[in-house]
């Protein structure tokens, strides 16, 4: 049973309620474990849209990586998604963030997330869940990511 944690954002329609029915539809393919607060956030690398409502899940599964990444692209799909231009406002995204201890980099995806350490809203709703989980990459604590990227913003 691997854990994964997912990063899920909407930008289009009811957000929120976007945020909720990927949710639904994952509890179909995977247990669910806990849900992170929903942040309102200023959209990062393409600036003219609307905010991002953001949100991570735990989820536990003995899906493949290959397989995980089908099921979300499906959902996406299913939810109306379609495809616009890199960054761009979408109804939902689902992100994979780390799949266990998992590193893995092929054409299509890469775990753990290539922008993670830059995105100071998925370390800090990835520390409600699991402030202690260790990067496989970097051997950090995602406290200890969130708190260097504080820092590094502040200076």
Do not use: W
């Not at 690398?45 to 899906?63: L, S």
């Not at 997330?113 to 409600?128: G, T, V």
């Amino acid at each position: 049973m691997a854990t994964v944690y997912l990063g899920l954002g909407s930008n289009l329609g009811d957000c929120r309620r976007n945020l909720a029915c990927a949710i639904t539809e994952l509890e179909t393919k995977v247990r669910v474990v806990a849900l992170s607060s929903v942040l309102c956030t200023k959209p990062m690398y393409v600036t003219e849209q609307p905010d991002f409502y953001n949100q991570v899940i735990e989820i536990e599964t003995t899906i493949s990586v290959l397989d995980l990444l089908e099921v979300t692209k499906n959902i996406e799909v299913k939810m109306g998604r379609t495809p616009t231009y890199r960054y761009g406002p979408r109804v939902i995204d689902i992100d994979m963030l780390y799949y266990d201890q998992l590193i893995f980099k092929n054409s299509i995806l890469q775990i753990p997330h290539p922008h993670n350490d830059e995105r100071e809203f998925i370390l800090a709703l990835m520390s409600e869940l699991a402030p202690t989980f260790i990067c496989p990459v970097t051997k950090t604590t995602i406290m200890e990511k969130l708190t260097l990227l504080k820092q590094k913003t502040a200076a």
